[in-house]
Nanobody, 114 residues
Framework: QAQLVESGGGLVQPGGSLRLSCAVSGAIFSIYAMGWYRQAPGDQRELVATITRGGSTNYADSVKGRFTISRDNAKNTVYLQMNSLKPEDTAVYYC????????WGQGCQVTVSS
């Protein structure tokens, strides 16, 4: 069973940047399309960015142009570069396969506030 460990969250001012990392173990990472999700208090978890095995990316309209997803198959890691952060980006961020196949990790908290 795959294990997911997210890191890189924190408190940042509006307009700031953060880079999230997700290390994957226990699975053949390179064969899966991956995604970053987020869940704000009281809201459902939403998929905000995906990356295919070949590196093609797709983004939710709410983050398009500000977030960049990438992957390093040699390190079994997927990243989310978040720029121009807004208070509405505040959430717990998770990684998983694009279809959410694996057991969810603990996520990492991102708080955007002045």
């Amino acid at each position: 069973q795959a294990q997911l460990v997210e890191s890189g969250g924190g408190l940042v001012q509006p307009g700031g940047s953060l880079r999230l990392s997700c290390a994957v173990s226990g699975a053949i990472f390179s064969i899966y399309a991956m995604g970053w999700y987020r869940q704000a208090p009281g809201d459902q978890r939403e998929l905000v960015a995906t990356i295919t095995r070949g590196g093609s990316t797709n983004y939710a309209d709410s983050v398009k142009g500000r977030f960049t997803i990438s992957r390093d198959n040699a390190k079994n890691t997927v990243y989310l570069q978040m720029n121009s952060l807004k208070p509405e980006d505040t959430a717990v961020y998770y990684c998983n396969t694009q279809m959410g196949l694996w057991t969810w990790g603990q996520g990492c908290q991102v708080t955007v506030s002045s």
